[in-house]
């Protein structure tokens, strides 16, 4: 039975994998539409042939492993189950009758194994980024990032799993609400340390030094009556060449952020564009609203899980080797099933975003009143991130969180044609 579910699911992965690399790299057309051809959305009018060459090859091969990683992990997640070594995992942590560290013991074993079987993964998307001209990062600053981002997931999956299956424990039946429940203040107390505590672990986040640039943001936030006192640089040219610029946090500790790579190669009324743009986001209360739709999606996954995960261990704990819902070698199935609604829930989160992203947009044309500026800077954002313009309908549901480029700069020459 455990040699039948293996091979079966060996079989459709495969499939799966050949299916989406014809659609990727043979039916994706990602063409420009008739009648923008020529117009300042067309990356021909700003890109040299080996950058439209580059571009296409990088967003493909980008494109192939997002839908192939994710179905990767679940057949890691079922290995892992099947094959016995979840519960093997939780036999070695039982050496401490300490619940807390049995669990952590647990965690840290099931945490290295997924960091060592996606460490040749991440590497090759590492060397990926870098042989395109997107990183510039070296492998030691590189390496030094993943061994944080090892320990500052391990020591938040402590916290939750831990309390997470105390829950269980507890209420067989309604742990899933008080999970729920628990989930909104750890959630908002995340974002509101994530500025001042988790970002600075990776790079140096500092006021503005433009002082001529930060009186320009200012002013243009007084205009949109916005209490600009958080707008950060931060040193991210020693790790890519793109650009970029966010808004990040809650209350008095959210902030502005801006790359320096965005600040050495936009000129001043191309990133005051942008600070429209993160203006627009702030006006709107668009983090607010995130954090509301992130906890209804919570209700709705939890709900689902509490569903699922008792319904599967009945019908196939045998073949999973899932004795019991509390019992932490449960996990993998429970990350199994997370893992899966996460990913289907893509299209629905991307849509939202791609819709608050095009109001952001939208605010900052009547904002700024300088189109002109606000379509080179996305032409220069899109040179130097090698974006894909126009990607397929699939990669735009599952991948994209802003509207494509193609879009946005079409948007904004439709409203200098409208005036």
């Known amino acids: 039975m455990l040699k039948k579910w293996g091979i079966r699911a060996l079989l459709f992965f495969a499939v799966y994998v050949l299916a989406m690399y014809v659609y990727i790299f043979h039916f994706n057309n990602g063409g420009i539409p008739d009648s923008l051809v020529g117009s300042s959305s067309d990356p021909k009018t700003f890109m040299t042939e080996q950058e439209l060459l580059l571009s296409e090859e990088y967003s493909k091969i980008r494109n192939f492993l997002f839908f192939i990683l994710t179905p990767f992990e679940w057949l890691l997640y079922l290995f892992i189950l099947i094959s016995g070594l979840s519960y093997l995992f939780e036999k070695w942590s039982s050496i401490t009758k300490w619940k807390t560290l049995h669990q952590t013991i647990y965690l840290f074993l099931l945490s290295l194994l997924t960091f060592v079987v996606f460490f040749p993964i991440d590497y090759y998307r590492y060397t990926l980024s870098k042989g395109y001209g997107i990183s510039t990062q070296s492998f030691p600053s590189w390496m030094r990032d993943n061994v944080i981002d090892f320990w500052v997931n391990f020591i938040m999956t402590v916290v939750v799993i831990s309390v997470l299956y105390w829950l269980i424990k507890k209420s067989a039946k309604r742990w899933w609400l008080y999970a729920w429940l628990l989930t909104i203040p750890f959630s908002i107390f995340l974002m509101y340390i994530q500025p001042v505590i988790i970002d600075p672990l990776y790079n ?67 990133i005051l564009f942008i600070m429209g743009h993160e203006m627009g986001h702030y006006v709107e209360k668009h983090i607010y609203v995130g954090i509301i739709g992130y906890i209804i999606m919570m209700f709705v996954g939890l709900w689902l899980i509490a569903k699922i995960m008792p319904w599967m261990i009945k019908k196939y704990g045998k073949v999973l080797r899932v004795k019991s819902l509390d019992g932490i070698h449960s996990l993998p199935l429970l990350l199994l099933i997370s893992s899966i609604l996460l990913f289907f829930s893509n299209p629905i989160y991307n849509a939202v975003s791609r819709y608050q992203e095009a109001r952001a947009d939208q605010f900052a044309i009547e904002l700024v009143q300088d189109p002109e500026s606000a379509i080179s800077g996305f032409q220069k954002l899109s040179k130097a991130g090698l974006s894909e313009v126009n990607p397929p309908s699939i990669v735009k549901w599952f991948r994209y969180t802003h509207p494509p480029m193609l879009e946005r700069i079409n948007t904004i020459e439709e409203s200098m044609k409208s005036e």
């Open 204 to 270: 140096d986040f500092y006021p503005l030094k433009d002082k001529v640039l930060e009186e320009k943001i200012l002013s243009l936030a007084q205009q949109a009556h916005i209490p600009a006192d958080h707008v950060f640089e931060v040193n991210m040219a020693d790790k890519t060449n793109a650009l970029n610029a966010y808004v990040t946090g809650v209350g008095d500790n959210s902030r502005i952020v801006l790359w320096d790579t965005t600040l050495n190669r936009l000129t001043d009324e191309e």
